[in-house]
């Protein structure tokens, strides 16, 4: 079993920078692809973006030329840097990775808000 911790939300004005960062408990082996969610308060969760083992990236709509999702070693598999935020992109963000041909992991979440 593996836990995942996500750091680096809080609160930042609109237009600003934060860099999301996923821990994992014990280094992850074999994985398939790494993700970004989010879930603002009544609305249900979405991708926000995706990178898979090869480095193939995928990216919401609404994020793409702002939000850069990127990979990085067995312990801390994945980053996002976020940047130009916008009040719309508050949210608890979570980071997901998929073991291939095995089971997926998510974090507990780190609550990102955007507000003067």
């Known amino acids: 079993q593996v836990q995942l911790v996500e750091s680096g939300g809080g609160l930042v004005q609109p237009g600003g920078s934060l860099r999301l960062s996923c821990a994992a408990s014990?280094?992850?082996?074999?994985?398939?692809?790494m993700g970004w969610y989010r879930q603002a308060p009544g609305k249900q969760r979405e991708l926000v973006a995706a990178i898979t083992s090869g480095g193939n990236t995928n990216y919401a709509d609404s994020v793409k030329g702002r939000f850069t999702i990127s990979k990085n070693n067995a312990k801390n598999p994945v980053f996002l840097q976020m940047n130009s935020l916008k009040p719309e992109d508050a949210a608890v963000y979570y980071c997901?990775?998929?073991?291939?041909?095995?089971?997926?992991?998510w974090g507990q979440g780190t609550q990102v808000t955007v507000s003067s």
């Open positions: 014990r280094s992850i082996f074999s994985i398939y692809s």
């Open positions: 997901n990775v998929q073991i291939r041909g095995g089971p997926t992991y």
